[in-house]
């Protein structure tokens, strides 16, 4: 299959273009799609044939289920038993944006999309260009992040390609996605709502508006043995081609540790990479060494760190070891997908 690729142009947006993309789903085929959080790959939420081609063209299991995207609130009630009024506050919160809902499904979204689950993950992006495309598209797009299974959420529509150029009819460019990280997802059917992938609306940003919410604790911790409540969770995602550790500890003694293992790896000819930051990153003697950004400036890492994933596979970097980025409110997502990339080999010295 030959994948078109079309630049959209988010302040001139063609309409002819757009409106080609949601046929192409209407027909029951797959379209990968900018939003502010990562790429994503589309395809009609209500059609279970297009969600089993999502699965395929990805190479993801079929047990884990896809987020569906809508455009606008009416769109809502009709894939939904009920909307509690937790989603009410929480869409007149952040909606449209980087927060997904699970919701108890109505019989007109298919097991197919929802993993077999009597749930259904509900977002709706911001981006302009997301939006328009699932109003052409029919108003119900279900969307996983557009990459193969494993790698890294695509920031950008080269990555894009790189995975699945060939698997798709379509990719829309709308450039580099804004925030770089997947959405916050809240489970709404229990009580109280429980945070089942942290994002940038933080756990601190949802107790303000709905009171008391939990974290799945099995999310930040280095070895929990517990299985993940969102399926997608327990699987190795976001992985690097190479062997990445994380290294905690005060900064002078994590330099110290990780040149002392770079050395190592170079004698043994293995090609090395570092993800360190602004303030670190030219104390490190790595073939590939790579800056998330300042330190401090948690939206920068998190726009930074799947772009960095990337470059290392692309440059064949066999060793990577990073800093650690521990903090509140977004480093905690950061944190998050650093330690699934890392299949949460965490070192503290
Ligand atoms: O920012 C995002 O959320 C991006 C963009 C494209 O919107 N999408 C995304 O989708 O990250 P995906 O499929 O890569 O991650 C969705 C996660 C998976 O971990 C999945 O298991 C979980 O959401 N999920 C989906 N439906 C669920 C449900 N009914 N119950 C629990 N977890 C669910
Ligand atoms: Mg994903």
């Given amino acids: ?50 969600s089993k081609k999502i699965y395929e063209a990805k190479g993801r299991p079929s047990d884990n289920p896809l987020i569906v995207h809508i455009a606008r609130m009416e769109a809502l009630s009709a894939i939904v038993k009920k909307i509690p009024d937790t989603a009410k506050k929480l869409a007149e919160a952040f909606w449209p944006g980087p927060l997904t809902m699970i919701l108890e499904k109505s ?26 495309f699932i109003e052409a598209a029919g108003g119900y797009v279900a969307a996983p992040s557009a990459n193969r299974s494993g790698r890294p959420s695509p920031t950008k529509a080269e990555y894009v390609a790189q995975d699945l150029g060939g698997r798709i009819e379509m990719i829309l460019d709308g450039g580099d996605a804004t925030l770089g990280l997947e ?26 508006v709905l009171g008391q919410v939990e974290e799945d604790e099995t ?22 081609k190479g062997e990445l550790t ?59 760190l799947y772009r960095i994933l990337r470059e290392f596979d692309d440059e064949d970097v066999e060793l990577i070891y990073s800093e650690s980025f521990d903090g509140a409110g977004v480093s905690q997502a950061v944190m998050n997908r650093l330690l699934k990339a890392a299949g949460h080999k965490v070192i503290d010295v």
Wanted: aromatic share 4%; proline share 7%.
């Fill in 183 to 208: 959405s916050t997802i809240v489970d709404l059917t229990v009580d109280p709502p429980e945070i089942l992938r942290p994002g940038f609306v933080t756990g601190e940003m949802l107790r303000r």
């Fill in 107 to 132: 019989d007109v979204v298919p097991g197919e999309t929802t993993g077999g689950l009597d749930t259904v993950a509900v977002r709706m992006p911001s981006d302009p260009v997301a939006v328009s």
């Fill in 246 to 304: 994380i290294v905690r500890g005060p900064s002078d003694a994590v330099a110290a540790y990780i040149n002392g293992r770079l050395s190592e790896g170079r004698r043994e000819n293995r090609k090395t990479g570092v993800i360190a930051s602004d303030e670190t990153v030219e104390g490190y003697r790595a073939d590939v060494p790579r800056s998330v950004g300042k330190r401090n400036d948690a939206a920068a890492v998190a726009k930074g």
């Fill in 1 to 50: 299959m030959d994948t078109k690729v079309v630049r959209i142009d988010e302040q001139h947006m063609d309409d002819s273009l757009i409106w080609e993309a949601g046929q192409i789903i209407r027909d029951g085929g797959l379209v990968a799609f900018p939003t502010e959080t990562v790429y994503g790959l589309g395809g009609d939420a209500l059609n279970p044939a297009s």
């Fill in 219 to 240: 999310l930040f911790r280095v070895d929990s043995g517990q299985a993940p409540k969102a399926p997608g969770m327990k699987y190795r995602h976001y992985a690097p």
